[in-house]
């Protein structure tokens, strides 16, 4: 259960400690953005996250969205990202709900959007997402094919190339995943290096590990419990 009030203050918490996690490293808070990870949550609790400052969303899978957003879009001011695995059958429908796609990570998912972006005469901004931990469970792709994706998406003119995502594993201390953010910022060097190109965008970093993340320059940290409480189904808005 949760009040509007908890929910502000939840909000404050979270973008306090971004602040600090900034600070700490040299970063101006201001580049640091909340992707307010809505799955599971009903669509009252995410109107009042908007009005109460949110403005860009996550969802991880297409189906929910459709269901929550497909009727009755956000506020146009507002952005619903794709943070989880997108499936190629799925990609006509993610091309029309969704404002970036954090989930690229196969050269035939590449094509399908690229191919359905140019019928619907729009450009998405996409982020490759990359298994730095090489967990065998998560999706992603390896960093070593991670050039071979940059290609095909520059190479595609209806995907505008943003940046990087990744997933850290679960550990018992969010001290321990550090060096995948940090290898995922280096890749991200890299691949600016190689192709001559801007990557402004890391999404990394989640309620357990999101100053960790800033520190090693997230810009985008993806925060679904702390903001919302425990995804147990009792995650209702009380008026
Ligand atoms: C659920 C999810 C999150 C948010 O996780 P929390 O631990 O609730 O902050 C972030 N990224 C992805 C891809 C997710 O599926």
Redesign the pocket.
């Known amino acids: 259960m949760l009040t509007a009030e908890e929910l502000a203050t939840r909000i404050q918490r979270v973008q306090c400690a971004i602040a600090q996690a900034a600070e700490r490293s040299g970063r101006d808070p201001r580049a640091v953005r909340i992707v307010a990870?809505t799955?599971g949550m009903e669509r009252p609790l995410i109107d009042l996250a908007y009005q109460l400052g949110l403005r860009i969303f996550?969802e991880?899978r297409v189906q929910e969205a459709q269901e929550k957003f497909g009727n009755v879009p956000l506020p146009s001011d507002a952005a619903l990202h794709l943070?989880?695995h997108l499936q190629t059958n799925k990609v006509r429908i993610a091309v029309r709900l969704f404002s970036m796609i954090h989930s690229v990570d196969r050269l035939p998912l590449v094509h399908e959007l690229e191919r359905r972006c140019e019928r619907l005469g729009r450009r998405m901004p996409v982020l490759i997402q990359v298994n730095v931990a090489r967990e065998p469970q998560k999706h992603g792709c390896t960093p070593e094919e991670a050039p071979s994706l940059v290609e095909a998406v520059l190479a595609s003119v209806h995907l505008d190339l943003r940046g990087l995502m990744t997933?850290a594993p679960l550990t018992a201390h969010a001290e321990d995943v550090r060096p995948v953010f940090r290898q995922l910022r280096r890749l991200r060097d890299d691949l600016e290096q190689r192709f001559g190109i801007s990557l402004p965008e890391l999404s990394m970093g989640?309620?357990?590990d999101f100053p960790i993340a800033v520190e090693e320059g997230a810009t985008l940290v993806?925060?679904?419990?702390?903001l919302f409480g425990e995804?147990d189904g009792g995650n209702h808005l009380v008026r």
Not at 222 to 226: L, T, V
Request: hydrophobic share 40%.
């Open positions: 990870v799955k996550g991880n943070i989880g997933i989640m309620t357990n993806r925060i679904g419990r702390a995804r």
